[in-house]
């Protein structure tokens, strides 16, 4: 199996070096000495492979490291006992270049790295001199922050292992007899082997520290579930649209993924190198659908895509978040971090028992393994012998029999010990997250109700941390001395004018054409009624009538949108002005919003935004997270966390309301002082229905009572100006 083998098909159990594997009393592991022409196969060829920049270990990487350092390791050793037995060359030749071979294509899937023996050597020394270092840092705090790189420098080392045998095994390492080079090679792998060993344990102690952020929180966010998609079979359900002529279905199912893998992960999948491709080639699949390239030709880009994605298990984080500043959940705060306090306890100790455990049942445990295990085993059996905790007394038991084991000299034995130990604690970490279950259950009935629509984009704490908002230490939001000053704003035709087109459908004859923003903001509650567009309806042909608001075609479409825009005279808007005074002030910057119909992502229209900061027309930009596209078949995140039939004008209300809940949220020194939002829109219908949305003294007095609501519309001939306030 390869080292990035879809996560589904990975084995339940740790792999276990064969049972049977004796390797003769030879040389102990030389790294040294001449050519090896008899072992290296001319298929395989001396060269050594590369790839590009590693990607961020992770422990089901690890795993699939260990287990190809098991299978190199099983081939290597049985050509090597049936050469001592006095085997023929020419009937181990075929064995002999499979081993190469396979060796080989495990090296090809490893980055870039040295590829002389000199190089490996040197490599190989200071990365093990780091890793020593980084591994006698004996605070848990300490090692915590350190976890990341040592899982990555594990897999590092295991590369430059792999690459030490493979040199080995070719005559490319100053080793002379053939069986020298050979146990020369399998001391590599058997290193190799524990490095994936430990990255591994490291691996999953920095997985399991993210899912204590997850579970447990800061006293403010609480991360509560995962949602796993697999992308293999997502791209399988896409080619076969493609296949059947669904080209629309097809293009929207490739954009949202590709949006996907681009994300900035707090997923393991999405630090992997090759995402990014796999995202580039998928945007450029979309493109392809919709400007109609043949079903069998965007099969199988799809299916080509499928070899960018190595690790096809995505993970999308659903967050919910709670407040902390109301004095009754802050016992919960309290309970939540002495559970957190335990929990990260408990992983380091599991990670460390997982590490000694795999390598206790490798191959060959050195003395110096089998004592610096009795060491960390021993402290742990001190640790779990405290208390009562069930889980922990059990695992005290085993380590007991496995420090029992070590000083018979059984180091398998010892192993399965510490297996069952780790094991122990892994079940006191599920009763700790069960734990932590019910104290957010309660902080549920408590806490003041979230902000629904933020919590599910993952965007209300990078709102508020960004707007400079500041917490306490039991979570709560401090109060402001200056109420805040929110300014929200509809992009086209309100800001800026642009030319793009929005294509309506003549019915019966099918005759396609294009109208303006400004247009379709003056006619839409007309169209396919009365008046001059009375016979048409919103095109569904080519990608459909918001075909050019949408990235699927084109990531860069905004960018050149706004610059076509900016190119001519007049293309401000009635609220330029606004907006360029709140971008423009250091109190409303960081408060400055984008609500718009477009479907654009929030990142390519802040970037698409990046030369009117250039040019001086703008002091600053808007946050990504401030930025909403409400365009419902756009496949950005905002469109997938709103009802698919959701109309455009409920889609913005639902942004606002969910803008005023948070600013509702933030508390201020002076109980009668109040915040500040305003909306404007070019459209008068959009502002009619938003306001009828908010009005109602009953809404306005006990949801926000702490907020001045005031409603711009900048239609030409229907300017007009509401303030909403609960007085």
Do not use: C
Not at 289 to 298: F, I, M, R, Y
Not at 505 to 519: A, L, P, S
Not at 544 to 559: N, T, V
Request: aromatic share 6%.
């Amino acid at each position: 199996m390869t080292i990035l083998r879809a996560a589904f098909a990975l084995l339940l159990a740790l792999p276990v070096f064969a049972q049977v594997r004796p390797l003769p009393p030879v040389a102990a592991p030389v790294l040294a000495a001449p050519a090896l022409p008899t072992f290296a196969a001319a298929s395989a060829g001396p060269s050594l492979p590369s790839l590009p920049a590693a990607p961020l270990l992770t422990e089901r990487a690890a795993f699939e490291l260990q287990k190809d350092a098991d299978r190199l390791y099983a081939a290597l050793a049985d050509v090597h006992n049936r050469a001592q037995a006095g085997a023929a060359p020419a009937a181990l030749a075929p064995a002999k270049r499979a081993v190469a071979a396979d060796l080989k294509g495990v090296l090809a899937q490893l980055p870039a790295g040295a590829s002389d023996w000199a190089e490996v050597s040197a490599e190989l020394k200071h990365l093990r001199a780091e890793r020593v270092a980084l591994e006698k840092a004996a605070d848990p705090a300490a090692r915590a922050v350190d976890s990341r790189r040592r899982a990555e420098l594990n897999g590092e080392i295991y590369a430059l292992q792999l690459r030490a045998a493979y040199l080995q095994l070719m005559g490319k390492a100053p080793v002379d007899a053939p069986a020298l080079r050979r146990n020369a090679a399998l001391w590599s792998l058997v290193g190799a082997f524990n490095s994936a060993a430990a990255g591994r344990a490291e691996s999953g102690w920095r997985e399991g520290l993210d899912r204590a952020e997850a579970v447990f929180g800061d006293g403010r966010t609480l991360v509560v579930s995962r949602r796993w998609r697999n992308a293999h079979s997502e791209l399988d359900d896409a080619a076969r649209d493609a296949r059947n002529g669904r080209a629309g279905q097809a293009a929207g199912k490739f954009a949202e993924l590709a949006e996907i893998l681009s994300r900035t992960p707090t997923d393991d999948a999405e630090h992997l190198a090759r995402h990014r491709a796999a995202a580039s080639a998928l945007h450029a699949a979309a493109s392809a659908a919709l400007a109609g390239e043949n079903g069998a030709t965007l099969s199988a880009r799809a299916l080509a895509a499928k070899g960018l994605i190595p690790h096809p298990k995505l993970a999308e984080p659903t967050p919910v978040f709670y407040d902390g500043a109301d004095k009754a959940v802050r016992a919960q705060f309290h309970a939540l971090a002495s559970s957190k306090k335990e929990y990260l306890a408990v992983l380091a100790r599991e990670a460390a028992l997982k590490r000694w455990a795999e390598i206790l049942a490798g191959p060959r445990p050195t003395k110096a393994d089998r004592e610096a295990a009795r060491v960390d085993l021993a402290e742990a059996r001190t640790w779990a012998g405290r208390g009562f905790v069930g889980a922990k007394q059990v695992a005290a038991q085993n380590l007991d029999a496995a420090l029992d084991a070590l000083e018979r000299g059984d180091a398998p034995l010892a192993a399965r010990h510490a297996a069952y130990a780790g094991q122990e604690l892994e079940k006191r970490r599920a009763e700790l997250e069960r734990i932590a279950d019910g104290i957010r259950a309660r902080l549920t009935r408590l806490a003041p109700p979230p902000t629904r629509l933020l919590d599910r984009l993952g965007a209300r704490a990078r709102i508020l941390t960004g707007g400079g908002i500041r917490f306490g230490p039991d979570g709560g939001i401090l109060p402001l001395n200056e109420p805040l000053r929110v300014a929200a704003f509809d992009n086209d035709d309100n800001l800026i004018r642009y030319r793009t087109k929005i294509y309506l459908r003549r019915v019966g004859t099918g005759e396609e054409i294009g109208i303006t923003t400004d247009e379709f903001a003056r006619e839409r509650t007309t169209i396919g009624k009365s008046g001059k567009y009375k016979d048409y309806a919103p095109s569904d042909l080519n990608g459909g009538e918001l075909r050019d608001f949408m990235d699927a075609r084109d990531p860069d479409i905004f960018p050149k949108d706004l610059a076509a825009a900016v190119s001519e005279p007049g293309w401000r808007g009635p609220s330029w002005p606004a907006f360029e005074r709140a971008l423009g002030s250091p109190r409303t910057a960081g408060w400055t919003a984008i609500i718009t119909s477009r479907g654009h992502f929030p990142e390519n229209m802040v970037r698409g935004m990046a030369p009117l900061k250039d040019n001086g027309s703008v002091a600053s930009l808007p946050r990504p997270e401030l930025v909403f596209p409400v365009s419902p078949e756009s496949g950005t995140p905002l469109s997938r966390a709103l009802p698919a039939g959701m109309p455009v004008p409920q889609r913005k209300l639902e942004v606002i309301m969910a803008l005023l809940d948070l600013i509702e949220s933030v508390p201020l020194a002076d109980p009668s002082a109040r915040h500040t939002f305003g909306y404007s829109d070019d459209d008068a219908d959009m502002i009619a229905r938003i306001r009828d949305g908010l009005t109602g003294e009953e809404t306005l007095r006990r949801r926000w009572p702490h907020v001045r609501i005031s409603l711009f519309a900048t239609g030409a001939g229907s300017e007009r100006t509401d303030v909403l306030t609960a007085d």
